[in-house]
């Protein structure tokens, strides 16, 4: 109840986190102190552990404790595609789609100019120099179709094919299960303009 | 995108805080991880100070960092009233009307059976103690009027009267400002059942 300069503390670093707010943090602080201690000390070690150990993966730029990532370093992958996604969990999701065994590069954000997010932010750079490896043909754009991750690949697009390489988009349209009756009319509009040979 | 032992110890620990769910634990860990790590050591810097420093106070309940906290340590306040708030927060509320200038007790919760929570968790016997320490004249219930507040205000009333100590509930009613045609049916219905002679 006496304000207390290490709970204040604490309140404000726990507003670093991503949508914590005052009262948040407030609550989270007590919750901690109160019912919680070992898991505070807990994510005390784990953030020690995660800032020392974890860096960029020199190769697709996800996290990983070594120079290069299992992912990139396994031999039972075509490295003639690459797969340029978001974040790493978006990675994890085509994963698991298993249909896919390329190489990924993640941006680590996407292009987001009114956040102060462009090209320099996301290290264009390192993506050119990895997709002109020599090896990589087929560039396949997987970031999301938000505004913002569209704005992403069709900037990338540009850039990539001004490089020589074979850029591709993945699809739009109803999802499995997907019924015209439920679904909204842009993505009905836009599985009509990207309609295919039936086969 | 490799598993990363660290990364994922992570995720797991934020997940110690209340309302974060795998989701937003893992969002947490990239956002700390790619955007924030001066924000990531601040607060596993913060959690391990405040796990070292931050005790109960000894009167009160409360946290702070002395043997007994400032408030409870103060002579101009009136050591006949006790009032009994769940939390820290509770507490600052009252102060903030700068109606009060007694003193307090923080249960640090409330009574809460279906999470386990009940008067040993609580800890009620230290709060007898505190209670019936020969100066508290009267204990004023500030719990919420939440089901589990009232609860917790009931269970206290009982035990507190038994002990010879004169027990208030602070009110129920419209709040400032209130209008009829906006309040909700059960206040109306408190307001009007506890009404008061107007003088």
Excluded: W
Aim: aromatic content about 6%; hydrophobic content about 40%.
């Amino acid at each position: 109840m006496t304000p207390s300069s290490s709970l204040d503390e604490l309140v404000e670093a726990l507003r670093c986190l991503p949508g914590v707010g005052p009262k948040s943090a407030q609550r989270m602080a007590y919750h901690l102190l109160q019912r919680d201690r070992r898991g505070a000390d807990r994510l005390a070690r784990g953030l020690d552990a995660a800032l020392q150990l974890l860096h960029h993966c020199a190769r697709c730029n996800s996290f990983t404790e070594a120079e290069v990532c299992e992912r990139c370093l396994s031999s039972r992958r075509d490295a003639s595609q690459l797969c340029i996604v978001e974040m790493p969990v978006d990675a994890n999701s085509m994963e698991q789609t298993h249909a896919y065994n390329g190489l990924y590069y993640v941006l680590m954000g996407r292009l987001s100019p009114l956040d102060g997010i462009g090209p320099k932010e996301l290290a264009f750079e390192r993506l050119f120099a990895r997709a002109t490896d020599g090896v990589v043909k087929e560039v396949i754009l997987a970031t999301n179709f938000t505004n913002e991750g569209e704005a992403t690949a069709h900037y990338l697009s540009e850039l990539l094919h001004a490089r020589g390489l074979k850029v591709s988009r993945i699809a739009r349209g109803l999802p499995v299960g997907g019924e015209l009756e439920f679904s909204d009319a842009a993505t009905v509009a836009q599985a009509l303009r990207e309609r295919r040979d039936f086969v």
